[in-house]
């Protein structure tokens, strides 16, 4: 069975400031990671996924996170921090083979908060 | 592209009642899952179909909630009778990952 960790459920950086939301992964088989942003009332928005090949992924709103498999990491990383960005983010694993199968296992959630 | 719409956005009920969710997949999207996230922790997923079969509900409290997809597309959760711990999101999802908004259950 597959698990992610989400180290720190609360942080907090000044506007323009560097975002880092770290993620550790426990799976057995090589995973599919994804990192999802929720706002609040409302649904979860896809903001970057890793399958295969390259390991640093580029995501949406300046997003991007690195597949580390020797650390079983996913940290998430944004130069530079925006108010816009204050939200929900959630780290999320499957080792399904791809294709129609994404039965997620989530994360317990990080609180990002950015100060003007 | 339509995304997932989910009904009704918000429903309050008292304990021992019914509810019943209602999700519309992303067309053409044969995979549907319902995940239940309860405030403060992440989704945790109920049940997954696969056009109109289940592939996992291992996750599900089968004594109290049942779910169906009728003819491969739109799919309800029920729960029935609900308890205080039933409160949560009830989020819908298709593939690749697209999430609905979410039905938000309070019961009293």
């Known amino acids: 069975a597959q698990s992610v960790t989400q180290l720190g459920s609360h942080v907090s950086v000044s506007e323009g400031a560097l975002v880092l939301l770290r993620c550790n992964y426990s799976?057995?088989?090589?995973?599919?990671l994804f990192w999802y942003v929720q706002y609040p009332n409302q649904g979860l928005q896809l903001l970057l996924k890793y399958t295969t090949g390259a390991t640093l992924v580029k995501g949406i709103n300046g997003f991007e996170a690195e597949f580390k498999k020797s650390e079983t990491s996913f940290h998430l990383t944004k130069p530079s921090a925006h108010m816009s960005d204050a939200a929900e983010y959630f780290c999320?694993?499957?080792?399904?083979?791809?294709?129609?199968?994404?039965?997620?296992?989530f994360g317990k959630g990080t609180l990002l908060t950015v100060n003007p | 592209e339509a995304g997932v719409a989910q009904s009704p956005r918000y429903k309050i009920i008292e304990k021992r009642q019914s509810v019943a969710f209602w999700c519309n997949p992303i067309s053409g999207h044969a995979t549907l899952y319902w995940y239940q996230q309860i405030l403060g922790q992440g989704p945790k997923l109920l049940i997954q179909?696969?056009?109109?079969?289940?592939?996992?509900d291992s996750q599900l409290p089968k004594d109290r909630f049942s779910a169906e997809r009728l003819k491969g597309v739109d799919s309800t959760l029920k729960i029935q009778p609900a308890k205080l711990e039933d409160s949560a999101v009830y989020l819908c999802a298709s593939v690749p990952a697209f999430f609905g908004q979410g039905t938000r259950l309070t019961v009293v």
């Open positions: 999320a694993v499957t080792v399904g083979s791809g294709g129609s199968n994404y039965k997620l296992t």
């Open positions: 179909f696969q056009n109109n079969g289940v592939v996992d």
């Open positions: 799976s057995s088989v090589p995973p599919y």
